[in-house]
Structure formats: structure tokens, C-alpha cells
């Protein structure tokens, strides 16, 4: 069974730095391409950041300079470093997989992530 667990939300100041954490099972994820969704009250989910199998990345205009994606093949494991917290990055933060063709996506439960003003 495929399983994205995210770890590492909770209750930061602005300002503040938090890391995410998405611990991917039941298959292999190195193909895959790994992101960063987040979705605020009353709004749609959002892409965040991106990472592709062969290790690029793109960043959402609003996070771009605060926020870094990374993954570790060998721990099917994908991190989000989040610095200069906003009240506005306030939301559930979830973690994404996208399989080479067909492309299956894989979602997983979301971690919440809460910035204090």
C-alpha cells in the first residue's frame, strides 16, 4: 500500500522556521516527481514547491527565497525548509507524488502549519 506521511507542522511566530517532512512507503519514489501543496481556510490547495526526479525544482512566486524543497532517494523521503514565516503560509501543508507514465498521484494525510502574527 502506498503510503506520504508528513511530519514536522505545528505553531511557529513570523519570522520563524519550521522543516517538513514526507516519509514515502509501498513503492519506489526516485521516478517520481515530489511536491509541496498547501491549502489555507476557505481557499483552494496550492502548489508550493516542486521537485522532479532528476532534481530540479520551481517555487511558488510567494515563497520563492523563503522556502527550499529537497528529497533523499535513499530514505523515499522529501523535506520542506521554511524560512521567514508569514501569516500568510498559514494552512494544512500537503505532500505529493506524480509517478512517470500514467502518472499516478499520490497524496498524503497534510500536516497543519500555523503562523502567528
Known amino acids: 500500500q502506498v503510503q506520504l506521511v508528513e511530519s514536522g507542522g505545528g505553531l511557529v511566530q513570523a519570522g520563524g522556521s519550521l522543516r517538513l517532512s514526507c516519509a514515502a512507503s509501498?513503492?519506489?519514489?526516485?521516478?517520481?516527481?515530489m511536491g509541496w501543496y498547501r491549502q489555507a481556510p476557505g481557499k483552494q490547495r496550492e502548489l508550493v514547491a516542486v521537485i522532479r526526479s532528476g532534481g530540479t525544482t520551481n517555487y511558488a512566486d510567494s515563497v520563492k527565497g523563503r522556502f527550499t524543497i529537497s528529497r533523499d532517494n535513499a530514505r523515499n523521503t522529501v523535506y520542506l525548509q521554511m524560512n521567514s514565516l508569514k501569516s500568510e503560509d498559514t494552512g494544512v501543508y500537503y505532500c505529493?507524488?506524480?509517478?512517470?507514465?500514467?502518472?499516478?498521484?499520490?497524496w498524503g494525510q497534510g500536516t497543519q502549519v500555523t503562523v502567528s502574527s
Open positions: 509501498g513503492r519506489i519514489f526516485r521516478f517520481d516527481d
Open positions: 505529493n507524488s506524480k509517478t512517470p507514465h500514467p502518472g499516478l498521484v499520490y
